[in-house]
């Protein structure tokens, strides 16, 4: 991730009005996020509402000093989002969504994986394969996955899948 620099870019004209103001709702927004998560940072609020004064002034090239010092210790703050195995496309891969901002659980890879382990399953029953102590196991990794813990998820569900692809295996051998 690259940081934003406190300091306007060299020769760089100062931001105009629509810029900052958007700007100024974009850190808006994730200081309202953080005391919606119960983690507020009162001196950075005031920060912002002296930008905000500062806009009114028409001091543009100061207001954006203060939002680019504001984002900037949000930034640090914040968690470097976790990436993903397989993103939402494998070429030319645009997140459509700003950093942070969760992915829908329809992209997700991890919840599509279980997904598609659980259909699996149910046709691999369908065919005559004992897989009930596989779907518990499914069951357990959706609670995991659920719960926060995508790595743990994607493991059950990998152990899930090894074990059906062997059972899979051993019914075809056995079948004329």
Known sequence: MRRRSPTPRAGSSPSDLPELTGFLEGVRHRLLERRRQGTPLPDLEQRLATAQATIVARRFGDAERILLEVSEHLDRD?????????????????????RGVPTPEDEEPVANRLTLMERLLTVSAS????????????????????????RRAKEL????????????????RTQP
């Open 157 to 172: 569900g990998e152990k899930v899948l090894t074990e059906l692809e062997l059972r899979r295996a051993d019914r075809s």
């Open 127 to 150: 065919e005559g394969v004992n897989i009930v102590d596989l779907r518990a196991t499914l069951v357990l990794a959706r609670a995991e996955y659920a719960g926060g813990d995508r």
């Open 78 to 98: 914040e968690t470097e989002p976790e990436l993903n195995e397989f993103p939402r496309g494998l070429i030319r891969y645009d997140a459509g969504t700003d």
